[in-house]
């Protein structure tokens, strides 16, 4: 098996350690990624689809007439370019008007056009129905038995209607039985589905709600007494690794959850280090709950 | 006429809802004051103790805040003991039980009051007159006057009212043209503002907008900087009964006001690194170092590591006239 890997922006210019987790558990599952090279931003569907539709929707096309050239569905492991990249493709599937319009675009600027002829995926909805979980808990060497907050995100499910992934996102398990199979137990919140708050360009532009957001679901985390969060976005990610520092700072807690990727969690459940994971490098220390581990 | 009537009755509707909480909240207080009048035909001496209540309620009601309202009833309390002393002590309690009860309807009405009205404060400062004149003339008062006190709220002002300059039928035929016809679909029954986390946090009405954009009231919509509150979570869109595409109707919204001018200085600049450097978040020193480390490229294989594809990001942009719309100067390279 062979799909184009879209890596984004925030995970591999902020946490390579997801994408080197990556590499290497698809390296042993025998599927082989190939880079989409000159791939772009995907761009940001809140961001980038809320200042202009046309610019959004090019970029988008770009990157997914990259993918048709290589022959491959597209796999993508940030909701953001998720559901950036599903949903130009939905438009231009929709409406052949829009497609001619953002293909007149690609043929005046590039040697590219769009034809609709490529699937984009997520990592967690491929490991899950291509992979399995049998297959995948033959890869792990190590039991994780603690446990964490699984934050599903908006962009991976929603809008169901048009993902398909799960039928409703409004008590879905997907996530939480990929997380289950690493020994790791996902344990139950108080609003567990909601946003993190930095989608939408609310992050860069009121930053103060968008940490209220964070600091509602960290006290709904901090209840349920969990040792680390875990979330298949780079985007909420960042939000709860540099948002969680900024809540600590704005509101004077004192929350300290390591934030894994499902892709980091397996790497560890693979035996990989936490430098090899750039755990090291995020904010907030993951170490207590490394140590917890060995 | 029609049409103005018809927008009045729509966009009016929530105000509606307020006169009816305010006639309960002044009933309400009625009944309290019922029972301080058939107390006080008991004894002479009562009704001395609430002229002591009505004299202190006006020092009391000068607070604005609706949340306040419950605050000067908990103290309400304090010289009504003094009173005590003065009068029976066996019919204070009395009192005390009959106002408590009544204002602790006022909160109760207060959260509808919060969640679709804007401009509460003019409101709540009428209704604490209501309160006070109800509290003071409450012997004389008849059920009559007091609908006549909320009929004077439903008069609009001046520019609470919609004419046919506000509305703007091009700016919904966009969302149709859009193919998000589904904005037709919308019977306003606020599933959406429900669950949506955004709106309980700031003065984000997701419903409204959308009845706005129906409407056609452009410039509204586009003014309005809590458009901009929400995070595209996509609750509303998944709740919603009617399978309105209301993520596409705010970004569709926002795509508006971002050509009249309405854009953040932030997300100019968010803006401004994808025509830069192809990535909304671009790669640095610190990162490289981390890639190297653990054996990835030092950058990878995306726009870093293709100028020919940053050219076309560029051209893109600059076909769509992005550059423009966020003020970008392609010959500086940096934002106007």
Same mark, same amino acid.
């Given at each position: 098996?062979?799909?184009?890997?879209?890596?984004?922006?925030?995970?591999?210019?902020?946490?390579?350690?997801?994408?080197?987790?990556?590499?290497?558990?698809?390296?042993?599952?025998?599927?082989?990624?190939?880079?989409?090279?000159?791939?772009?931003?995907?761009?940001?569907?809140?961001?980038?689809?809320?200042?202009?539709?046309?610019?959004?929707?090019?970029?988008?096309?770009?990157?997914?007439?990259?993918?048709?050239?290589?022959?491959?569905?597209?796999?993508?492991?940030?909701?953001?370019?998720?559901?950036?990249?599903?949903?130009?493709?939905?438009?231009?599937?929709?409406?052949?008007?829009?497609?001619?319009?953002?293909?007149?675009?690609?043929?005046?600027?590039?040697?590219?056009?769009?034809?609709?002829?490529?699937?984009?995926?997520?990592?967690?909805?491929?490991?899950?129905?291509?992979?399995?979980?049998?297959?995948?808990?033959?890869?792990?060497?190590?039991?994780?038995?603690?446990?964490?907050?699984?934050? @599903?995100?908006?962009?991976?499910?929603?809008?169901?209607?048009?993902?398909?992934?799960?039928?409703?996102?409004?008590?879905?398990?997907?996530?939480?039985?990929?997380?289950?199979?690493?020994?790791?137990?996902?344990?139950?919140?108080?609003?567990?589905?909601?946003?993190?708050?930095?989608?939408?360009?609310?992050?860069?532009?009121?930053?103060?709600?968008?940490?209220? @957001?964070?600091?509602?679901?960290?006290?709904?985390?901090?209840?349920?007494?969990?040792?680390?969060?875990?979330?298949?976005?780079?985007?909420?990610?960042?939000?709860?690794?540099?948002?969680?520092?900024?809540?600590?700072?704005? @509101?004077?807690?004192?929350?300290?959850?390591?934030?894994?990727?499902?892709?980091?969690? @397996?790497?560890?459940?693979?035996?990989?280090?936490?430098?090899?994971?750039?755990?090291?490098?995020?904010?907030?220390?993951?170490?207590?709950?490394?140590?917890?581990?060995? | 006429?029609?049409?103005?009537?018809?927008?009045?009755?729509?966009?009016?509707?929530?105000?509606?809802?307020?006169?009816?909480?305010?006639?309960?909240?002044?009933?309400?207080?009625?009944?309290?004051?019922?029972?301080?009048?058939?107390?006080?035909?008991?004894?002479?001496?009562?009704?001395?103790?609430?002229?002591?209540?009505?004299?202190?309620?006006?020092?009391?009601?000068?607070?604005?805040?609706?949340?306040?309202?419950?605050?000067?009833?908990?103290?309400?309390?304090?010289?009504?003991?003094?009173?005590?002393?003065?009068?029976?002590?066996?019919?204070?309690?009395?009192?005390?039980?009959?106002?408590?009860?009544?204002?602790?309807?006022?909160?109760?009405?207060?959260?509808?009051?919060?969640?679709?009205?804007?401009?509460?404060?003019?409101?709540?400062?009428?209704?604490?007159?209501?309160?006070?004149?109800?509290?003071?003339?409450?012997?004389?008062?008849?059920?009559?006057?007091?609908?006549?006190?909320?009929?004077?709220?439903?008069? $609009?002002?001046?520019?609470?009212?919609?004419?046919?300059?506000?509305?703007?039928?091009?700016?919904?035929?966009?969302?149709?043209?859009?193919?998000?016809?589904?904005?037709?679909?919308?019977?306003?029954?606020?599933?959406?503002?429900?669950?949506?986390?955004?709106?309980?946090?700031?003065?984000?009405?997701?419903?409204?907008?959308?009845?706005?954009?129906?409407?056609?009231?452009?410039?509204?919509?586009?003014?309005?900087?809590?458009?901009?509150?929400?995070?595209?979570?996509?609750?509303?869109?998944?709740?919603?009964?009617?399978?309105?595409?209301?993520?596409?109707?705010?970004?569709?919204?926002?795509?508006?006001?971002?050509?009249?001018?309405?854009?953040?200085?932030?997300?100019?600049?968010?803006?401004?690194?994808?025509?830069?450097?192809?990535?909304?978040?671009?790669?640095?020193?610190?990162?490289?170092? $981390?890639?190297?480390?653990?054996? $990835?490229?030092?950058?990878?294989?995306?726009?870093?590591?293709?100028?020919?594809?940053?050219?076309?990001?560029?051209?893109?942009?600059?076909?769509?006239?992005?550059?423009?719309?966020?003020?970008?100067?392609?010959?500086?390279?940096?934002?106007?």
């Amino acid at each position: 098996m062979e799909i184009a890997y879209f890596l984004g922006c925030i995970m591999n210019n902020r946490y390579p350690g997801i994408e080197k987790a990556t590499r290497i558990l698809f390296d042993k599952l025998d599927i082989e990624l190939k880079d989409m090279e000159g791939a772009s931003c995907c761009p940001a569907p809140g961001v980038f689809g809320s200042f202009d539709q046309t610019t959004w929707a090019t970029i988008a096309a770009r990157n997914l007439a990259i993918a048709e050239e290589m022959g491959a569905d597209i796999m993508t492991e940030c909701n953001g370019c998720f559901g950036s990249l599903r949903e130009c493709d939905h438009l231009l599937k929709e409406n052949p008007a829009k497609k001619d319009e953002i293909n007149a675009i690609l043929a005046e600027t590039t040697d590219k056009q769009y034809k609709g002829e490529t699937k984009v995926r997520h990592m967690a909805e491929i490991l899950y129905n291509d992979v399995g979980l049998d297959k995948l808990s033959e890869m792990f060497t190590k039991d994780l038995g603690i446990n964490v907050a699984v934050h @599903y995100g908006c962009h991976f499910l929603k809008p169901t209607a048009e993902v398909g992934i799960e039928e409703s996102a409004e008590n879905p398990t997907i996530l939480d039985e990929l997380v289950e199979i690493t020994g790791a137990k996902s344990v139950p919140y108080k609003n567990k589905m909601m946003c993190c708050g930095a989608g939408g360009g609310l992050r860069a532009r009121d930053i103060d709600v968008t940490l209220s @957001y964070t600091k509602e679901k960290l006290d709904a985390m901090a209840e349920a007494g969990v040792d680390a969060i875990v979330e298949v976005c780079p985007f909420c990610h960042l939000q709860f690794d540099v948002g969680q520092t900024e809540v600590n700072a704005k @509101y004077g807690t004192d929350f300290a959850f390591p934030v894994m990727h499902l892709a980091q969690l @397996y790497g560890l459940a693979m035996g990989l280090s936490a430098e090899e994971l750039t755990f090291d490098a995020q904010l907030i220390d993951a170490a207590p709950v490394l140590e917890k581990l060995a | 006429m029609s049409v103005l009537d018809t927008l009045k009755s729509l966009i009016g509707g929530a105000k509606k809802d307020i006169d009816k909480n305010l006639t309960k909240e002044a009933e309400s207080v009625e009944e309290a004051a019922d029972s301080i009048q058939t107390s006080s035909e008991e004894e002479i001496e009562i009704k001395s103790d609430s002229e002591t209540i009505s004299e202190e309620e006006p020092l009391e009601a000068e607070a604005p805040a609706e949340e306040e309202i419950i605050v000067p009833v908990e103290e309400e309390e304090a010289p009504e003991e003094e009173a005590e002393e003065e009068v029976e002590a066996e019919e204070a309690p009395v009192e005390e039980e009959a106002v408590e009860e009544a204002v602790e309807e006022v909160p109760e009405e207060e959260v509808s009051l919060d969640e679709e009205e804007e401009s509460t404060d003019d409101k709540l400062s009428e209704d604490e007159e209501s309160l006070e004149v109800a509290v003071e003339e409450v012997a004389e008062e008849e059920a009559s006057e007091e609908n006549e006190e909320s009929d004077n709220m439903t008069l $609009l002002k001046e520019n609470d009212i919609y004419s046919m300059d506000d509305i703007d039928k091009e700016f919904t035929q966009k969302f149709v043209d859009a193919g998000i016809e589904t904005v037709d679909h919308c019977f306003q029954c606020g599933t959406c503002g429900g669950g949506c986390p955004s709106g309980r946090r700031t003065p984000y009405r997701v419903r409204q907008i959308v009845r706005k954009c129906l409407l056609g009231l452009r410039e509204e919509v586009v003014s309005d900087p809590a458009l901009w509150m929400c995070t595209t979570c996509y609750t509303c869109q998944e709740r919603c009964p009617r399978s309105v595409k209301i993520v596409d109707i705010i970004k569709m919204a926002r795509n508006e006001a971002a050509k009249a001018g309405y854009m953040a200085d932030s997300h100019k600049a968010t803006g401004s690194y994808v025509i830069k450097f192809g990535h909304g978040v671009p790669i640095n020193d610190k990162t490289k170092d $981390l890639r190297k480390a653990i054996g $990835l490229d030092e950058l990878p294989p995306t726009v870093h590591s293709h100028p020919e594809a940053l050219e076309e990001i560029q051209k893109i942009c600059t076909a769509c006239e992005f550059d423009k719309l966020i003020g970008f100067n392609m010959e500086t390279g940096e934002l106007e």
